[in-house]
């Protein structure tokens, strides 16, 4: 089975641009979370999606923000890009909105200019 | 709040030594304990897990972690590491299921250096 797969890998941005990242989840998973993960540090927590739903939001801006589809996949978009929101966004799949396991996409890499 | 230390930055070892990267954590209440992996350029590969249960969890690649509730640790282990361990490795704790949501809550990453 494929696991979660994220697009774009790379992106670059300028300032103050927008930018809209995807991911969609292992088949059958119907829960999806967004990560942030600045080089050098740990990933921090933006939001989990179930069932179409924002389930739980971190400590980020409203310039983030995100929706789930109908087949579970989601986009991750963030406005207004800063030089800060350069960093590796994680997204992680699980089958129900119940604490198990995370399963990791590879990431895709934001560069902000 | 709840947070999770790790407390080595960067943990250099030679080939075939044995290691142990630390990690505690903080909650007045139980918490799920996970490892993970992550090599350059890639995502996060869970290593192992601690949900309930024996306290000695065994995971992939030859890693083992111990839960121990009085001293809020679940430090990783390995016997004999192998150049290709060298990456960087990552504790995360998550609540039980409450307010609607789950999160991981990460530490900052031990950078496990493998020297021939």
């Known amino acids: 089975d494929a696991g979660v797969t994220q697009s774009p890998t790379h992106l670059i941005k300028t300032r103050g641009q927008h930018v809209t990242l995807r991911c969609s989840p292992i088949?059958?998973?119907?829960?999806v979370s967004w990560y942030q993960q600045v080089l050098g540090q740990g990933p921090q927590f933006i939001f989990q999606?179930?069932?179409?739903?924002?389930?739980g939001r971190g400590n980020f801006p409203d310039r983030f923000s995100a929706r789930q589809f109908p087949n579970y996949s989601s986009e991750l978009n963030v406005n207004a890009l800063l030089l800060g929101d350069s960093a590796l966004y994680l997204c992680?799949?699980?089958?129900?909105?119940?604490?198990?396991?995370?399963?990791f996409g590879p990431g895709t890499r934001l560069l902000v200019l | 709040a709840q947070s999770v230390t790790q407390l080595d930055s960067q943990v250099p070892v030679f080939e075939e030594a044995p290691v142990e990267l630390r990690c505690n954590y903080s909650?007045?209440?139980?918490?799920?304990l996970f490892w993970y992996v992550q090599y350059p350029n890639q995502g996060l590969q869970l290593l192992l897990k601690?949900?309930?249960?024996?306290?000695l969890v065994k995971g992939i690649n030859g890693f083992e972690a111990e839960f121990n509730k009085s001293q809020t640790s679940f430090h990783l282990r390995k016997p004999s590491v192998h150049i290709s361990d060298t990456a960087e490795y990552f504790c995360?704790?998550?609540?039980?299921?409450?307010?609607?949501?789950?999160?991981?809550?990460f530490g900052a990453g031990t950078r496990l250096a493998v020297h021939p």
């Open positions: 995360a704790a998550q609540p039980p299921f409450s307010g609607g949501y789950n999160k991981l809550i």
């Open positions: 992680a799949s699980t089958q129900t909105g119940t604490p198990e396991t995370q399963y």
């Open positions: 999606y179930y069932e179409k739903e924002e389930r």
């Open positions: 909650s007045s209440v139980s918490v799920y």
């Open positions: 088949s059958g998973h119907k829960s």
């Open positions: 601690y949900l309930s249960g024996s306290t």
